[in-house]
């Protein structure tokens, strides 16, 4: 295989897989893997990203106005990225909105970086997984321009969100996405939060499922799982603001009152 046959399949490649396109060659020596990345990069068919990680310059752009897919960029951005909150509900389609912060899931230590203008962020694996070697729990597998990508399922993504407002752009674009999902695995949603064992995402995530049981069908059996497994005490469901919040019985967590009533749903509503 020439070099732009590896770069066709491969618009988005880390440096593990180019040393294993050169193995095939019979070429392994880092002196010259090494030189021949710099030879591409210096030729302008290839661009770096970050360490160990390169873009390839389409035939009809350079290096100084080619445009990398974001996702490609952080769904290889480590050898174990995971496209996960925000950027997995981009790609469900499922988000109220885009903004230019992609965010991945990974076991090693990664440093958030940025390129063409948007930033890429790391987030560790929960460790609960990590303890229970659940790490690619309610993984999925999607092609995205002939690379493979790993993204978290719809249903570990409704967990995560609710999990990590911040990471989502906050708690309305968060409550507009869990309204976008037209169907959801409700067994593994609460199999998924089980396995993470923090009562206060369950309450959390049970109280989001009671307010739409209807349309995901949620039998109160079900239910019961996360409400017995919820806090014994008052938690707050996020990090505490100057917002007014408000107990939720009998789940045991404190939500912004705008969150209960929705608020920017009706924006004249008297509250």
Same mark, same amino acid.
């Given at each position: 295989?020439?070099?732009?046959?590896?770069?066709?399949?491969?618009?988005?490649?880390?440096?593990?897989?180019?040393?294993?396109?050169?193995?095939?060659?019979?070429?392994?020596?880092?002196?010259?893997?090494?030189?021949?990345?710099?030879?591409?990069?210096?030729?302008?068919?290839?661009?770096?990203?970050?360490?160990?990680?390169?873009?390839?310059?389409?035939?009809?752009?350079?290096?100084?106005?080619?445009?990398?897919?974001?996702?490609?960029?952080?769904?290889?951005?480590?050898?174990?990225?995971?496209?996960?909150?925000?950027?997995?509900?981009?790609?469900?389609?499922?988000?109220?909105?885009?903004?230019?912060?992609?965010?991945?899931?990974?076991?090693?230590?990664?440093?958030?970086?940025?390129?063409?203008?948007?930033?890429?962020?790391?987030?560790?694996?929960?460790?609960?997984?990590?303890?229970?070697?659940?790490?690619?729990?309610?993984?999925?597998?999607?092609?995205?321009?002939?690379?493979?990508?790993?993204?978290?399922?719809?249903?570990?993504?409704?967990?995560?969100?609710?999990?990590?407002?911040?990471?989502?752009? !906050?708690?309305?674009?968060?409550?507009?996405?869990? !309204?976008?999902?037209?169907?959801?695995?409700?067994?593994?949603?609460?199999?998924?939060?089980?396995?993470?064992?923090?009562?206060?995402?369950?309450?959390?995530?049970?109280? $989001?499922?009671?307010?739409?049981?209807?349309? $995901?069908?949620?039998?109160?059996?079900?239910?019961?799982?996360?409400?017995?497994?919820?806090?014994?005490?008052?938690?707050?469901?996020?990090?505490?603001?100057?917002?007014?919040?408000?107990?939720?019985?009998?789940?045991?967590?404190?939500?912004?009152?705008?969150?209960?009533?929705?608020?920017?749903?009706?924006?004249?509503?008297?509250?």
């Amino acid at each position: 295989m020439k070099a732009e046959q590896f770069f066709y399949e491969h618009p988005v490649f880390r440096h593990e897989e180019f040393v294993a396109w050169k193995a095939l060659l019979g070429k392994i020596k880092p002196a010259s893997i090494n030189t021949a990345l710099r030879y591409y990069v210096k030729s302008g068919q290839i661009k770096p990203v970050r360490r160990k990680l390169y873009a390839v310059i389409p035939p009809n752009q350079s290096p100084e106005n080619v445009t990398v897919d974001p996702y490609l960029i952080a769904g290889r951005a480590t050898e174990d990225a995971v496209l996960g909150h925000h950027t997995a509900l981009e790609l469900m389609g499922v988000a109220y909105s885009t903004f230019g912060q992609f965010t991945y899931i990974t076991a090693q230590k990664s440093k958030p970086f940025e390129f063409q203008g948007q930033w890429f962020q790391s987030v560790a694996v929960p460790s609960a997984l990590q303890k229970k070697k659940k790490i690619l729990a309610y993984i999925d597998t999607i092609n995205r321009q002939n690379v493979l990508l790993k993204i978290t399922n719809p249903a570990r993504t409704f967990v995560d969100i609710l999990d990590r407002i911040e990471l989502c752009g !906050g708690w309305e674009e968060v409550c507009r996405a869990t !309204g976008h999902f037209a169907a959801l695995n409700i067994d593994e949603v609460i199999k998924y939060c089980l396995l993470l064992e923090n009562s206060r995402l369950n309450a959390t995530v049970g109280y $989001f499922l009671s307010q739409r049981k209807g349309a $995901f069908l949620v039998p109160e059996n079900q239910l019961k799982l996360l409400l017995n497994a919820a806090p014994k005490i008052p938690q707050y469901a996020s990090k505490k603001t100057n917002e007014k919040f408000q107990l939720i019985k009998p789940w045991n967590i404190l939500l912004p009152v705008s969150v209960i009533h929705q608020s920017w749903e009706e924006p004249n509503a008297d509250i």
